[in-house]
């Protein structure tokens, strides 16, 4: 018999395996998971790349390696890293992971013990919530705007409790689509520095913008180092690859880089290299640019067509670049509901995307990983589904 597991192991199946398991449906249409389009993966050019660096390279590429990751693509990500309006930041300050998810996994167990405050919005990333629940920390949400967290609310809560990590993804955002305004991002590295608490900016869709024009960091505003952004080339490039990156300063990236040294010790240096052979000859930007156009007409096809489509009532997000629509329900509807009677259009029901609050009324659509015809017959499912259960409500 097997010793007793650790009470910090969370025992109730996992969020994020019903998620794809929802996705997997092949009978239904999903809007569930966050997938990208797997037609508009770059798959010619990723094998060349890795063709050509394993024929160029040395017996070294099939070795150990640094546990930071491949030096000159941490090179190239921190000149992106620059874009965002960070400066005095080179290589020695990112640090390379299986994808963003694992930079908030080693966050979460640097820096929290059980009981620890964590503050997420609500609603939130369902990979995040998990990565934290299992540390056991005390949650506390901070309300979404049509700008960003409520930081008044956020000032409240860490001003009144102890606090470690404030968990945020500003930019289209995961569920709701919303960008934090450039005024809540500097009052928020301020008020990181002031009460003494770790920022996670969790920023993968920052490249999918398919309006308006690109805002600063919330790492480019901190002055002490308590704001950690993390990137990744899951949305942009191919989320088989696993490969994430954690820009950090030096202290909080020497510690992530030791507790690294216990887990997995080091991320794929083929993979590494394969990828940065790609971005050697290909244009990583030009790639980009066709996301943006297929992404955004998809983005516009759903928005109309849940216009057309939804029931008096309903109210849902627009907006300007990343991968989800946030749809809220009449009064007295359950999202939850709607999956349950089977029907032929699968998304993800609101209440597992609170932390604390676990609202129940509200679903995320994704829009990047389905075509326009499949979100056009998908919406106008969801309307007659929704208003089936409207009249059912109130027969």
Known sequence: MLPKISQRIIQEPSAMDELLALSSQCQRISFAAGYPAAE????????????????????D???????????????KLATKAQTTGITDIDENNICLTQGAQQGISLLADLFLDVDDGVVVEGPSYIGAIQAFE????????MEMLNDGPDLDQLEEIVSSHSVKIVYTIPTFQNPTGVCMSVAKRKRLARMAEKYNF?????DPYRDLRYQGKDLPSIKSFDRTGNVVMLGSF????????????????QEVLDLVNKLRSASDFQPSNVTLQMIDQFLEENSLS?????LRQVYGRRAATMQAALEEYLPQGCSYSRPEGGFFIWV??????????????????TFIESSQLYAASQRADQLRLNFTGVSEEQIREGCQLLGQAITKERWALTA
């Open 61 to 75: 590429l099939y070795q150990y390696a640094s546990v930071a990751g491949y030096g000159p693509l941490r090179k």
């Open 234 to 249: 899951s949305k942009i490039l191919a989320p088989a690859l696993r490969v994430g990156w954690l820009v950090a300063d």
């Open 286 to 290: 030009a790639h980009i640019q066709r």
């Open 40 to 59: 508009l993966f770059p798959k010619k050019e990723l094998e060349e790349a890795f063709v050509h660096r394993s024929q160029a390279s040395k017996d």
């Open 198 to 202: 770790l920022v996670i900016e969790d």
């Open 328 to 345: 809220t329900l009449p009064q007295g509807l359950s999202a939850g509901k709607l999956l349950q009677d089977g029907r032929p259009v």
């Open 134 to 141: 299992s540390r056991k920390p005390r949650f506390y949400e």
